[in-house]
Structure formats: structure tokens, C-alpha cells
């Protein structure tokens, strides 16, 4: 049985533009998806109201689906836009952020679907101290990056503006 071993497609020594800012960029992206998942939820939370208010509170028992819905919606999201065509979260593509794998293929919407729940399970298991994993891995990868094989990096126009001008003092390097 042959078995084809696939090299990282993305070194922080050869290309460190790829990794530069993408911790704190990152941060900055989860909080615009979180917006994003959020709003409609709330919309739907307030229109279940007042329906409830309409039908004399038979509306209201509505809101039982709401938790399921907002989980289903959330993964469709993932799913839909970490497989699309710039593998990025509306989030990540407001910072020139993308989803690769490994070895260097986009994302497609099961891997989108199970990164975010990877991410939602490794920080409900093991606690938000699981995000220190990032610090201590040379492509700043967080512990659901790492076990789904994918890898965070500088969209490509960014990528090629860091690599113009040259990286900024705060490169990483490590030996």
C-alpha cells in the first residue's frame, strides 16, 4: 500500500509574510463572524416575540428551535464560506485572512463545517487556555488548526504587500 506523504506547503522560514499579524487579525475576524451569526439569530429572537405577542403566546413556544437553528446556521455559515471560492469567512476576508490545508488546497464546506465545530468543541473541552497552543508552534496554529490539518494565513495580495516592503520588526522567528 502506498502511501503519499505530502511536505507542508507553507514554511514560516521561506515565506514568514504568510504568517505575519495572523494571531491578532484572527482575533479580529472571529469577532466580525461573531456578529455575523449573532444578527440573525437576534432577528429571529425578536420576531419570535412578537409573534408570541400576536398569538397570545402560543408564538413563543418558537423559541425551543432557537438553539437548534442558531447551531445549524452557524455550521451552514462556516461550511458555505470557508468553502467558497476565497476560503475565507466573511470575517477573515475583512482581514486578508484564508483557510489552507497542510498542504496547500483550499477549504471546502465539510472542512469548514467540522474546523468550526473542532474549534467550538477543543475550547469547550479543554478550556480557552487551548488557544495558548498558538504560541508554541512555529505556523501559530491553534489546537482544532492542528488536528483538522489546516493552517491560517495572509491572503494572497497581502501576502505579496508584506513581501514588497518587507516584513515588519515583529516577524517571528524562531530557530
Known amino acids: 500500500m502506498a502511501m503519499d506523504i505530502k511536505p507542508h506547503a507553507y514554511d514560516p522560514d521561506q515565506s514568514p509574510e504568510l504568517f505575519e499579524g495572523v494571531l491578532s487579525r484572527r482575533i479580529m475576524a472571529f469577532l466580525v463572524d461573531f456578529l455575523v451569526i449573532a444578527a440573525p ?4 429572537a425578536m420576531f419570535i416575540f412578537a409573534f408570541g405577542i400576536v398569538t397570545l403566546g402560543l408564538g413563543w413556544a418558537l423559541y425551543w428551535i432557537l438553539p437548534s437553528a442558531s447551531v445549524v446556521w452557524a455550521i451552514v455559515y ?76 495572509n ?4 501576502a505579496a504587500m508584506l513581501r514588497a516592503y518587507g516584513a515588519p520588526a515583529g516577524t517571528f522567528r524562531q530557530p
Open 41 to 44: 439569530v437576534v432577528l429571529a
Open 155 to 158: 491572503n494572497a495580495p497581502r
Open 78 to 153: 462556516f461550511g458555505l464560506t470557508i468553502g467558497g471560492p476565497r476560503s475565507a469567512t466573511i470575517g477573515m476576508r475583512v482581514v486578508d485572512l484564508e483557510l489552507r490545508t497542510w498542504y496547500g488546497t483550499p477549504g471546502y464546506f465539510v472542512l469548514g463545517a467540522v474546523h468550526a465545530i473542532g474549534f467550538w468543541f477543543t475550547v469547550t473541552f479543554f478550556t480557552p487556555l487551548v488557544l495558548l497552543v498558538a504560541f508554541f508552534n512555529r505556523r501559530h496554529r491553534l489546537l482544532h488548526d492542528i488536528l483538522l490539518g489546516t493552517v491560517i494565513i
